[in-house]
């Protein structure tokens, strides 16, 4: 198990470590901020299902699955010379097959054998994943936003409360989503744009170490 899958593994570990650090630290600094507001601490457990803590995880998941399914898409129709992150402009790559072809292969993941709807389905199935799982994270965003918002106010005397749409049509929501789109679409840029000169030998991100700075993919 590990030797196929390593790679996963790690990243999840990694992942699980962060989050937890990331709810640990901010377990820590919400409590500070409320002694300095002269309230009482919140247990850890509490933390977890408050909307300071939601907001913060929903709004970052947002902008890294709106990364990744952009990525994904606008490399199908995109091109950029010498990036080992695009396609070549002849056409000769593998992932521009038409899948019907390979209708009768016995290894073919079984959308393929059986065409129709389902391919077409399966054909867009990876952007399409992404696109939910952005949905999902920025709807998160705007509830968990929208009662921290709520919140707030009601802590400093106002009487206004909103809800997820409501907090969508606020500056504060979209402030939050473009200062971590910005970041995410910066980093997509800077490994397109560095491997066209830059290597990194045995990663699969990059283009053979020999190879000339003009060669498209990998």
Not at 148 to 175: C, D, I, N
Not at 198 to 218: D, F, I, N
């Amino acid at each position: 198990m590990w030797k196929n899958n390593n790679l996963s593994i790690v990243l999840f570990g990694l992942f699980a470590f962060s989050l937890a650090g990331h709810s640990y630290a901010g377990w820590k600094t919400y409590n500070e901020e409320r002694q300095q507001e002269g309230q009482s601490e919140v247990r850890y457990a509490a933390f977890l299902q408050s909307s300071e803590f939601g907001e913060t995880v929903f709004e970052n998941w947002e902008s890294e699955f709106l990364q990744m399914g952009f990525y994904v898409i606008l490399t199908v129709f995109l091109y950029q010379k010498g990036s080992s992150e695009s396609k070549k402009h002849d056409g000769t790559d593998e992932v521009d097959e038409d899948p019907s072809l390979h209708r009768d292969d016995s290894q073919a993941p079984a959308p393929v054998r059986r065409g129709g709807w389902i391919l077409g389905l399966y054909k867009n199935s990876l952007s399409l994943a992404f696109l939910l799982m952005f949905v999902a994270s920025f709807v998160g965003h705007a509830v968990a936003g929208a009662r921290r918002y709520s919140e707030e106010q009601l802590a400093h005397g106002s009487a206004e409360t909103v809800g997820a749409l409501g907090y969508m049509g606020k500056p504060q929501f979209w402030y939050e989503s473009f200062q971590n789109w910005q970041s995410e679409f910066l980093a997509v840029l800077a490994i397109v744009v560095l491997s066209i000169w830059l290597r990194q030998w045995g990663s699969p991100e990059s283009k053979p170490v020999h190879a000339g700075h003009g060669e498209t993919g990998s």
